[in-house]
């Protein structure tokens, strides 16, 4: 069965201490794998889509990286406007046609000021 | 470049009633998913719509419906509603030439007491 695991589920950083979030996915042949932000009571907002084990994508203080089993979301030098909840999630390529993302549970983010 | 809406969002019900929710895809997508989110959870895929057919469904009840318009936009309807039914309700909208990253809407927040 497709599943999607995060860790940890909560995490509070000072401003300025760096960390990384992890994402280990089971899933039967992997078409891409997803990261958003999700703001309390808003929808979640796109911030990277990985394709293949090796690949990384950056965006300000992000960093995605991507192996065959997991994926790290790296987050240098957080700001306060870095708390949200981050969810990772996954496409399979089978059955053909199928597009439904698997959602983890997501890491709950606090960055201190 | 209007991306995803979803209306109402927010929505009061008492159980059994039936309730009716909105999306609007992000401009050029033709392709509308919905999600259910609960509290502290990442989001579980209901139903996806395309060619105004639904193509795929997740462990959902028949209780949940949904239709997709010539125009692509979309509705979700749920009957008989349960206090369980109480969630964040997503639409995500994508390419389905591409299948890849989705775009969510804000969200449709259900109580149903």
């Known amino acids: 069965e497709d599943q999607v695991t995060q860790s940890p589920e909560a995490l509070r950083l000072q401003e300025g201490e760096s960390s990384s979030l992890n994402c280990s996915y089971t899933?039967?042949?992997?078409?891409?794998l997803f990261w958003y932000r999700q703001d309390p009571g808003k929808g979640p907002e796109f911030l990277f889509t990985?394709?293949?084990a090796g690949e990384e994508k950056e965006k300000e203080r992000l960093k995605a990286t991507l192996t065959k089993k997991e994926s790290f979301l790296h987050i240098t030098a957080p700001k306060p406007e870095d708390s949200a909840t981050y969810l990772c999630?996954?496409?399979?390529?089978?059955?053909?046609?199928?597009?439904?993302?698997?959602f983890g549970t997501g890491t709950r983010l606090k960055v201190l000021a | 470049d209007a991306g995803v809406t979803q209306s109402p969002t927010h929505l009061i019900k008492t159980r059994g009633q039936q309730v009716t929710l909105r999306c609007s895809p992000k401009?050029?997508?033709?392709?509308v998913s919905w999600y259910q989110q609960a509290l502290g959870q990442g989001p579980q895929f209901i139903f996806q719509?395309?060619?105004?057919?639904?193509?795929q469904r997740g462990n959902f009840p028949d209780r949940f419906s949904g239709h997709q318009f010539p125009n692509y936009s979309s509705e979700l309807n749920v009957n008989a509603l349960l206090l369980g039914d109480s969630a964040l309700y997503l639409c995500?909208?994508?390419?389905?030439?591409?299948?890849?990253?989705?775009?969510f809407g804000q969200g449709t927040r259900l109580t149903v007491v």
């Open positions: 995500a909208s994508s390419l389905f030439s591409k299948g890849t990253e989705a775009f």
């Open positions: 899933v039967s042949g992997l078409r891409g």
């Open positions: 990985l394709y293949s």
């Open positions: 999630a996954v496409q399979a390529r089978r059955p053909p046609g199928t597009y439904k993302y698997i």
């Open positions: 401009s050029g997508h033709d392709t």
């Open positions: 719509y395309y060619e105004e057919e639904e193509r």
